[in-house]
């Protein structure tokens, strides 16, 4: 004859299949919270890295127009040592020399500051251009991206 305790239709009460579960309800609970706590450093870190590629497209963004204005100041430069550098050079240094043969009545002197003039003149202009030109790439750029690769890469290393 069966117990009077036990359902009649011959399943076991909810008393002993809670244990013969593999997990009790304090190691699930824990199990849940450690998946929770590794959700929220996900989803804090997916924000920072969102609000780090948010800046860096921002400062990416700065350095085109930032650019920009340098290629148009170079092109500027450019045209202008171009279209103007036949004739102002050789009308300044014309006029050095000229000078020069005038108060001396000395053609090598006069000729000496034509040259003297003409290399003073050119050499200003590269420097002007090698001065502009410092102002092309994306420095700042670069660097936040490999600080950023390397916070990454220090934050993983440190997790394993």
């Known amino acids: 004859m069966k117990n009077s305790n036990e359902p009649a239709s011959g399943h076991k009460s909810n008393e002993d299949t809670q244990s013969d579960t593999p997990f009790n309800s304090a190691e699930f609970n824990a199990q849940i919270d450690q998946l929770k706590a590794v959700f929220n450093r996900v989803s804090a870190l997916s924000q920072e890295m969102g609000r ?20 148009k100041q170079f092109i500027f430069c450019q045209l202008l040592f171009i279209s103007l550098l036949i004739l102002f050079v050789f009308s300044v240094c014309v006029c050095a020399g000229g000078i020069t043969y005038y ?43 490999e600080e950023g690769v390397n916070v990454i890469y220090q934050a993983s290393q440190s997790r394993d």
């Open 52 to 71: 780090w590629s948010e800046s860096t497209l921002q400062l990416f963004l700065i350095e085109v127009q930032r650019n920009i204005v340098a290629a």
């Open 103 to 145: 108060f001396t009545d000395n053609l090598l002197a006069a000729i000496g500051i034509f040259l003297a003039t003409i290399t003073s003149v050119l050499g200003g202009l590269a420097y002007w251009q090698k001065r502009l030109f410092k102002h092309f790439g994306f420095k700042d750029t670069i660097a936040q991206l």
